[in-house]
């Protein structure tokens, strides 16, 4: 029965383990701006292109993207940009098809 359970307790440590290298790189946490980030977000006047501008007040350096919500058609996400503590950049996004930007926001994640 001693060795059954070592068994069971070696196969889940395994299990965990190869599990856990088969996490994608995106499943680091992503969340939305907070005290440490301040954004503010764009649209164009033809209402299809739409921007992230965001400055990093932490201390240390993360990486955003713009989310956007498109109309009638598929959402679309601007590029991850690394950000240095102090710094300000955007990230852009362009709806395609449908009728437009229907709303703009940032995904943040800490390095």
């Known amino acids: 029965m001693r060795n059954v359970r070592r068994a ?3 196969g889940a440590a395994l299990t965990l383990a190869a599990v856990a290298q088969l996490a994608p790189a ?3 946490v992503k969340r939305p701006p907070g005290g440490g980030e301040s954004c503010t977000y764009s649209v164009s006047a033809d209402g299809r292109d739409a ?3 965001c400055k990093n007040n932490n201390n240390h350096p993360i990486e955003f993207r713009a989310v956007i919500i498109c109309g009638w058609t598929w959402d679309e996400t601007g590029p991850w940009v ?3 503590p102090g710094k300000r950049k955007a990230s ?3 709806c395609v098809g449908g009728s437009g930007v229907g709303g703009v ?3 943040v994640r800490d390095l």
Do not use: K, M
Request: charged share 15%.
């Open 8 to 10: 069971l307790t070696l």
């Open 51 to 53: 921007t992230a501008v």
């Open 92 to 94: 852009s996004g362009r």
């Open 82 to 84: 690394t950000l240095q």
């Open 26 to 28: 995106e499943a680091v």
């Open 105 to 107: 926001s940032a995904d």
